[in-house]
């Protein structure tokens, strides 16, 4: 990954860890994050302990540490997920699958220094999968993550008040599997202060099982959850009374754990893949509500099949998507992110400038492959100025948490502009 363009901008930081894709899942929220002035970013350095770094915007010049923080890198789900809160203190969890919690946060503003791991709320915290932190508007922060195992778990939602410094428990169960199934969300946080909230069902292990892409939003931030349609949802969310954006069937090589995006008007948008009945090929789709109904498009760029079974990581010829969209005047735009073997598993980006077509136009934004990485971006700074950087590393996943021989690999940010495609 040697080449810049004139629209790309591509910035090294350090060598990680590759063996797997531990570094590049995308539910990495957040693998980078900025704050003011800054940008942080973690991963997983060359010996498996987790590497923090920060530069400021538009440096090139990192400052790297090594924390005493070790994980299991064998497992592609124990990913690094970090924030910093309105405060500048920086928190991060690290190396769950269904392992008590590991949490710690900064000594001070702006620190690379980490205090000893704490707990949060001291509940449910010994069986935690896919952590992902949120801030909201305040400056407060939301932690979601799975408590119990695939196809048996429940959807947790803890807050952070800046002022006391304290962790409380929202919801021990947001969205009820009904000790039948379990709910594979993606969220993201709006101008507004609105939490956005997809999620797929799936009903065993096996990643066939996936149906129905599922929406539900919060307007108090994180207390009570509504509908699209402002309706209020009695909590816990169950597969009976959850509002459906798509109805998708089992065996339709649906993905979980996906990306969504909304745009300054509180506009709702999920990127994801799967195979619509008659066809054998999973296309990249979007979902997303305008006015008063949700819309689906389908990209129909790819050209080759490929079957989604069984449990643990997959090795999968094509990544999940990323999703940023943005307004125009009266336009609705957006871009989705990707990595795609008949494209050389390249860094690529699918773009529509008016929403109200289907018209979808496809470009790599560098000549080089990156394995099986998986995108992953700054949401922070995009949602405050726009910009769009990537965190970018080639790494190679082995079906079923197998694990590569490589060496370690650069990790990168890549910065762009969409809006300029």
Same mark, same amino acid.
């Given at each position: 990954m040697n080449e810049n363009k004139s629209d790309i901008n591509i910035v090294p930081v350090d060598s990680g860890w590759a063996n797997?894709?531990?570094n590049t899942t995308i539910f990495r929220k957040n693998s980078i994050v900025s704050f003011r002035d800054t940008q942080f970013i973690s991963f997983y350095n060359r010996e498996g302990f987790v590497e923090l770094g920060k530069r400021r915007l538009g440096s090139s010049k990192w400052e790297l540490r090594t924390t005493s923080f070790k994980g299991n890198v064998n497992d592609a789900h124990n990913v690094i997920s970090i924030i910093v809160d309105g405060d500048g203190f920086l928190h991060m969890a690290w190396d769950h699958h269904n392992n008590p919690l590991h949490y710690a946060r900064s000594k001070s503003p702006g620190s690379l220094d980490m205090d000893a791991t704490v707990v949060m709320t001291g509940k449910q915290e010994s069986r935690l999968s896919y952590p992902e932190f949120y801030k909201l508007t305040n400056g407060n922060l939301l932690f979601f993550y799975r408590d119990g195992g695939s196809g048996n778990g429940n959807l947790v939602l803890n807050q952070y008040d800046i002022h006391s410094r304290q962790w409380t428990t929202l919801h021990s169960n947001l969205i009820d599997g009904e000790k039948q199934r379990s709910a594979y969300w993606q969220a993201c946080t709006d101008d507004r202060g609105t939490i956005h909230l997809s999620w797929v069902w799936r009903e065993t292990p096996d990643v066939a099982s996936n149906h129905d892409l599922c929406y539900a939003r919060s307007t108090? *931030?994180?207390?009570?959850?509504e509908k699209s349609? !402002?309706?209020?949802?009695?909590? =816990? @969310?169950k597969e009976s009374?959850? +509002?459906?954006?798509?109805?998708?069937p089992p065996q339709s090589e649906l993905i979980n754990q996906t990306s969504m995006y909304a745009d300054a008007s509180g506009n709702p948008y999920i990127a994801t893949y799967w195979r619509e009945q008659g066809s054998t090929i999973p296309q990249y789709h979007l979902v997303f509500k305008s006015s008063d109904h949700w819309k689906t498009q389908s990209m129909n760029f790819r050209t080759t099949s490929?079957?989604?079974? *069984?449990?643990?990581?997959? /090795? @999968? =010829? @094509?990544?999940? =998507?990323? @999703?940023?969209?943005?307004?125009? *005047?009266? /336009?609705?735009a957006a871009a989705v992110i990707f990595r795609d073997e008949e494209r050389g598993s390249k860094v690529s980006v699918a773009f529509n400038k008016d929403l109200s077509k289907s018209e979808w136009t496809v470009k790599d934004l560098f000549s080089s492959s990156v394995g099986s990485w998986e995108p992953t971006y700054d949401t922070e700074l995009w949602k405050v100025? !726009?910009?769009?950087?990537?965190?970018?590393?080639?790494?190679?996943?082995?079906?079923? +948490? *197998?694990?590569?021989?490589i060496p370690p690999q650069m990790v990168y940010v890549l910065e762009c502009d969409p809006k300029k495609f």
């Open positions: 797997n894709s531990v108090d *931030g994180g207390k009570t959850w349609s !402002g309706e209020k949802y009695e909590l =816990p @969310i009374t959850a +509002e459906i954006a798509q109805r998708i490929f079957s989604l079974s *069984g449990a643990g990581t997959k /090795r @999968i =010829p @094509i990544s999940r =998507p990323q @999703i940023v969209a943005w307004q125009t *005047g009266n /336009r609705l100025k !726009g910009w769009l950087q990537l965190f970018v590393q080639k790494v190679e996943q082995v079906d079923a +948490e *197998g694990s590569a021989n």
